[in-house]
């Protein structure tokens, strides 16, 4: 596995309309894309930085993953995760797990931005949450 670069920032808020103001002076560019990813409970916001790009992440629902974040950060949001590139992340999830490395998601799902995505356990990645990426219309082998 070799990922190509950060492909994004993820940031638990409370609010996207509270926080994206903020976001827009950082970054000196407007918010291009809201989403909602209802199959994760979550609304998301984006931000270009260069290549990079930073992620805003709303629950929609107190059972979210998102939601249960920020309750226990003191309910102040905070970042998230770190989400590489990579080729291919069924084939990526395959060297993680044949490295020993405890996988949130067996298999990639579509994520924000029709991404594939998959999430590797912070248990086994020094405590952060690791996404990888994989961008539409690259090779699945």
Known sequence: MKPTHIEHLGIAVTSIEEAAPFFEFLTG???????????????????KVG??????????SPESTIAKFIEKNGGR???H???????????????????????IDKAPRK????????????????GVLTELCQQPGASSR
Do not use: W
């Open 77 to 79: 949001g905070g970042v």
């Open 51 to 60: 290549e990079v790009k930073i992620e805003l992440l709303e629950p929609t």
């Open 81 to 103: 995760h770190v989400a590489f590139n990579v080729e291919n992340v069924a084939e990526a999830l395959a060297e993680c797990e044949a490295a020993g490395i405890q996988l």
């Open 29 to 47: 560019n407007k918010c291009y894309s809201i989403e909602e990813v209802a199959d994760q409970k979550v609304r998301t916001a984006f931000f």
């Open 111 to 126: 994520g924000a931005e029709n991404l594939m995505i998959a999430f590797l356990h912070p248990k086994s990645t020094k």
